[in-house]
């Protein structure tokens, strides 16, 4: 029973060191792929921290503005209705 | 929603029916006891007013030129927190959803804002301030049973106007832009056809013999497993459309029947 299991123990063991392998490599080959047409930037590892461009802060700004805006204004016309049943449900 | 500055006030039928009484209190706290003026519940709609002046209409836009990814903001009253506002986007245009109890609704808007018990009825609003959509429905995940997220559903503004306008007018919808057979339908889980209950006389179906007890097998090539299947399949065809339905009658072979479609009626509650 024990050396008939073996030779699949092995077989497994085989494919996962083969799984491995390719992954490694997959992690190799990968920069050098993307190198070839892609630019790409080394991680240092350290955390850098680029500012957004003004124009879109200032977008984003206008964009938080406008929607406030809108709440606003449309409120005016917003009720709440309320019947003998229950109040408004979905 | 205030609809005009005479104090109509538009909100789902969902909302409104089986009510005797109503009270409309405004944004700034106002309170005022409302009557109803009418009830299209094919379009899930109705409208109620309340008396008095200076009211502040919305302004509806133009449903059909929202697109995929505009910016919509949701705004009612989501578990009773008065004017709660979710934001989301345009997920898609012109779904067919089905509510349950025979009602379908064409051409709906699904949005990621939020949409909870409580919003039906308010209103979606694009980034203009423009009344797009009426919140009327959330998804509900069949796995679960429970809320899917993000997923909600508004009848499109035009829609809306359109019906809201007819109410106030007429007091019911006498153009409803939607398909009628005029038969009622055994509402029968699992039957496999749409099983008919009765048959309007002087209806578009009775001309073409059907009757009670039949089965509606396919309308305009697309199969109607379900009364909840033919009243999606109705809701994407117009009135006055010939098409090919399918029927079986007493168990014999199937047959092919011409039926030009009607109008669904309007009702007034």
């Known amino acids: 029973m024990i050396s008939s299991n073996r030779p699949r123990l092995l077989g497994v063991l085989g494919a996962a060191v083969a799984g491995l392998l390719r992954g490694g490599l997959g992690w190799l080959l990968l920069p050098a792929v993307m190198a070839s047409g892609l ?43 309320q019947t003998s049943r229950a109040w408004d449900q979905a | 929603m205030i609809f005009d500055s005479k104090g109509d006030v538009i909100t789902n039928a969902h909302v409104a029916s089986g009510s005797t009484s109503f009270e409309v209190t405004l944004a700034n706290g106002t309170r005022y006891a409302a009557s109803l003026v009418g009830v299209f519940r094919a379009d899930d709609l109705a409208v109620l007013r309340i008396q008095g002046n200076g009211f502040q209409p919305a302004t509806f836009g133009d449903s059909s030129a929202l697109q995929v990814g505009d910016i919509v903001l949701a ?65 509900i995940d069949p796995q679960l049973g429970d809320q899917a997220n993000g997923i ?31 038969v009622s339908l055994f509402s029968v889980s699992g039957a496999g056809d749409a099983l008919v209950a009765s048959v309007e006389p002087g209806g578009p179906t009775a001309a073409a013999g059907i009757l009670p007890g039949d089965l509606i097998t396919a309308v305009d090539g697309h199969p109607t497993p379900s009364d909840a299947a033919l009243s999606e399949v109705l809701a994407n065809l117009m009135p006055g459309q010939k098409v090919l339905v399918q029927i079986i009658q007493s168990g014999g072979p199937g047959k092919t029947v011409t039926i030009t479609l009607g109008q669904y009626p309007g009702s007034s509650s």
């Not at chain 2, 829609?159 to 106030?168: G, N, P, S």
């Open chain 1, 39 to 81: 630019k790409t930037v080394a991680s240092s590892g350290a955390t850098t921290t680029v500012a957004p461009p003004a124009s879109a802060t200032s977008q984003a700004v206008a964009l938080q503005g406008q929607i406030v805006d809108v709440v606003r204004s449309v409120t005016r016309s917003a009720v709440q209705v």
């Open chain 2, 152 to 182: 909600g559903f508004a009848i499109p503004s035009n829609m809306a106007k359109d019906i809201a306008t007819q109410l106030v007018r007429y007091g019911h919808v006498i153009n409803s832009h939607r398909a009628y057979l005029g």
């Open chain 2, 75 to 139: 705004i009612g009253n989501p578990l009773g927190l008065t004017s709660s506002v979710t934001d989301g986007i345009v997920s898609a245009v012109n779904r067919t959803v089905s509510e349950g109890g025979g009602v379908t609704l064409p051409g709906v808007i699904q949005t990621s804002a939020p949409i909870n018990p409580g919003n039906s009825g308010g209103a979606l609003v694009d980034l203009e301030g423009q009344v797009v959509g009426i919140p009327t429905l959330a998804a």
